[in-house]
């Protein structure tokens, strides 16, 4: 299991631990996480899943595609340098801790 802290753009946080292998968007569902939907199931195709990762996480994820940096450009929230898709991100044991900001909207 690997902790994830899901912070809300009011600065509630929400703590759930996650399967390692899992990706983030299926954990925040699967955990019930207001601020994900997921409408394309994970395929990099809706950026419904977009979170802006904490800082000092983002080095320790592997670096997107060019399908996710695409698919960023379309999300409804504005894009930051921290902004990925979670249904991109599976959970690792180097992810322990991760930290991750919902972004306002998702639609
Ligand atoms: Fe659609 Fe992530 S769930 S892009």
Redesign the pocket.
Known sequence: MTSVTFRSHDGSTVQVNGELGVSL?QTALSNGIDGI??????????????VYVDEAFVNLLPPMNDV?NE?LECTVSTRRASSR????IRLSRELEGLVVELPETQA
Not at 37 to 50: D, I, L, R
Not at 85 to 88: D, E, F
């Open positions: 968007m939907v997921g409408e394309c199931g994970g395929s990099a195709m809706c950026a419904t899943c977009h996710e698919m898709l979670s249904c991109q």
